[in-house]
């Protein structure tokens, strides 16, 4: 038996391996003082494993070519926390303002593209699915992608299934009536809204040439794990996939610090917004 | 300062929703059924702005609650948020019709509940 204090002993070269393995595999830097996290996150695989500590983790990892447990690691030490409606002011100015334009300039074509950029467990996306079922657009030819490095998010995202805890946070009673039905514990989401999604496993540090173009981008509480040059890449990589005045969400503590060759900050009712140049 | 009640027989969940409602910037006030709700609500006319209120209560439950406050066109625009263990669509969906403007499933984090009062679109 092995008591907690041992699960968490890690030597530092193993630490300085777990940083760089998780930089390099979604280039995500943890700072120094990260060791609870590593506990807490990679308690589970190590159990799962029938393993002692996190250093009898890194020795496997390092001895043997594992894709499926690096992967698990990875996973796990990745914040997935999303809710509907996060930051109910950008759903607001998108209600208010982007979408009178967008109406308009594109009642000829009826065609809207839309991505989630870091969508997680889809809560994003379909929030801003309803917002634009619910503008009378259902239709129009509306496509939003929502993409993730981990296909185990995107599979619950796919799902449209969620838990009472989730549909409980951010989601407006009436939109909970009004689009989900109940499923033993479970909230299932309706087809209709489901069907304008799409899901595609995508590492924003790889290319996008291929993506867009949109007119509005959700990347959201991700960057703020990136270090400054990769934070600068993607978002000029983003400024690419855009329509020129498209904009760009980013989470709340985030900025677009450094691009502003690529993106003006404007203030849209109570949110930032970022618009492609 | 806005004055909010809170409505629920359970004097610890009294609390805990109270303790929110302050540090949001509310001046706060109990009752632990529908009829002292109503009570404090008509002795304090006017003055209170948000309820939450729970759903099963002895004497008067906070449907019923719900749907006399909605009858009196003085507190129309009283903002009402179900704070329940009834979690049934049929539930949210009756409660709605009956005027309650967001709903709440227990068991709710403090996240949940600001969250909701947000989305009522009250100022505080
Ligand atoms: C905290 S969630 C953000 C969810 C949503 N955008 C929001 O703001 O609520 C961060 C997500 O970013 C994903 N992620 C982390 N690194 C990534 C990368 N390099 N490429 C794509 N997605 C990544 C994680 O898997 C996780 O689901």
């Known amino acids: 038996m092995h008591s907690q204090t041992s699960i968490s002993q890690i030597h530092p070269d193993n630490y300085r391996f777990l940083q760089e393995h998780i930089y390099s595999q979604v280039g995500i830097v943890l700072e120094e003082d990260k060791h609870y996290l590593f506990e807490s996150r990679l308690a589970p695989i190590i159990t799962r494993l029938g393993l002692g500590t996190i250093d009898d983790l890194c020795a496997l990892l390092k001895a043997t070519c594992q894709p499926e447990i690096s992967r698990q690691v990875v996973e796990a030490m990745t914040t997935n926390e999303t809710y509907f409606f996060r930051d109910p002011a950008q759903y607001e100015a998108i209600r208010t303002v982007l979408l009178p334009r967008l109406i308009e300039e594109r009642r000829d074509t009826k065609r809207l593209r839309f991505w989630s950029a870091a969508a997680s467990t889809g809560q994003e996306a379909y929030s801003l699915a309803m917002r634009l079922v619910e503008a009378g657009l259902s239709d129009w030819n509306i496509q939003i992608l929502a993409t993730d490095f981990s296909s185990k998010v995107l599979e619950r995202a796919r799902s449209g299934k969620y838990q009472q805890i989730e549909v409980n946070r951010g989601l407006p009673a009436a939109l909970l009536v009004k689009y989900f039905r109940q499923s033993g514990a479970e909230w299932q989401l309706s087809d209709q809204v489901r069907r304008m999604v799409v899901f595609e496993t995508i590492d924003l540090r790889s290319s996008m040439r291929a993506l867009g173009p949109f007119d509005l981008v959700f990347c959201r509480n991700v960057m703020i794990y990136f270090d400054t040059q990769t934070k600068k890449n993607i978002l000029k990589q983003l400024h690419g996939t855009m329509f020129r005045g498209g904009w760009l969400m980013l989470g709340g503590v985030e900025t677009a610090f450094g691009v502003e060759e690529f993106f003006e900050r404007r203030t849209v009712g109570n949110a930032p917004v970022y618009v492609a140049r | ?124």
């Open chain 2, 1 to 124: 300062m806005p004055k909010a009640l809170v409505v629920d027989d359970s004097k610890a969940i009294r609390t805990i929703l109270a303790k929110t409602l302050k540090e949001l910037g509310f001046e706060v006030c109990e009752a632990a059924n529908g009829r002292e709700a109503l009570e404090v609500i008509e002795a304090e006319k006017a003055t209170v702005q948000l309820v939450l209120l729970d759903w099963n209560m002895p004497e008067m439950n906070g449907l019923d609650l719900l749907k006399k406050l909605r009858q009196a066109p003085e507190f129309a625009s009283l903002v009402i948020v179900m704070v329940t263990t009834e979690a049934e669509l049929k539930h949210i969906a009756e409660a709605l019709d009956a005027g309650a403007n967001e709903y709440v499933m227990k068991p709710f984090t403090k996240d949940i509940i600001v969250g909701k009062i947000q989305l009522t679109g009250i100022q505080f």
